[in-house]
């Protein structure tokens, strides 16, 4: 794991923590402290790219799981009013910004790494039965000396 990404981790494991209350710690920020590191794992693969990926793929899900522990927190009304939606509504919005940084990023890597072009080098796995015309003939990869001819 590059320095870069120890550090996004850190950070991200710094923005958990911060973001309890005396409500969550004991109950969703426990369980997401246990799975922490099981989702920045999973990520893994989106850090080789970009250590950033990693960060937002992560954060996406960690937003997911704080979600799944306020969705039935409602707003009510009854002398008190009390707004437990808000944290839902906060989460949303958290989440769709996250979405757009890594949209961003994204389309940014696509567009720094260019088109994917190159000649094929996988063939078929097995030669042709007999009567058969055989799979790794080139006119079946475009070749232009093999048009519309018997391929064999």
């Known amino acids: 794991m590059s320095a ?8 991200l494991l710094a923005e958990v923590r911060a973001a309890g209350d005396t409500r969550t710690r004991q109950s969703t920020d426990a369980i997401l402290a246990e799975v922490f590191d099981t989702i920045w794992d999973t990520y893994s693969d989106a850090g080789l790219r970009n250590p950033q990926l990693q960060y937002l793929y ?10 799944s522990g306020t969705w039935r927190d409602v707003d009510f009304d009854d002398d008190v ?8 509504r906060n989460l949303d919005l958290m989440d769709k910004a ?11 890597l696509n567009l720094v790494g260019g088109p994917r072009v190159g000649v094929m080098t996988t063939t078929a796995t097995h030669a042709a039965l ?23």
Do not use: C
């Not at 992560?58 to 979600?67: C, D, L, N, S, Y």
């Not at 009013?81 to 839902?88: A, I």
């Open 81 to 88: 009013s009390e707004s437990l939606g808000q944290m839902s």
């Open 130 to 152: 007999t009567g058969q015309n055989d799979p790794n003939h080139p006119g079946y990869r475009g070749d232009p000396r093999y048009r519309g001819g018997r391929t064999r």
């Open 98 to 108: 996250a979405a757009q940084k890594l949209d961003d990023l994204e389309r940014a």
């Open 58 to 67: 992560a954060k996406r899900q960690v937003i997911e799981f704080w979600k």
């Open 4 to 11: 870069t990404s120890i550090g996004l981790k850190a950070i």
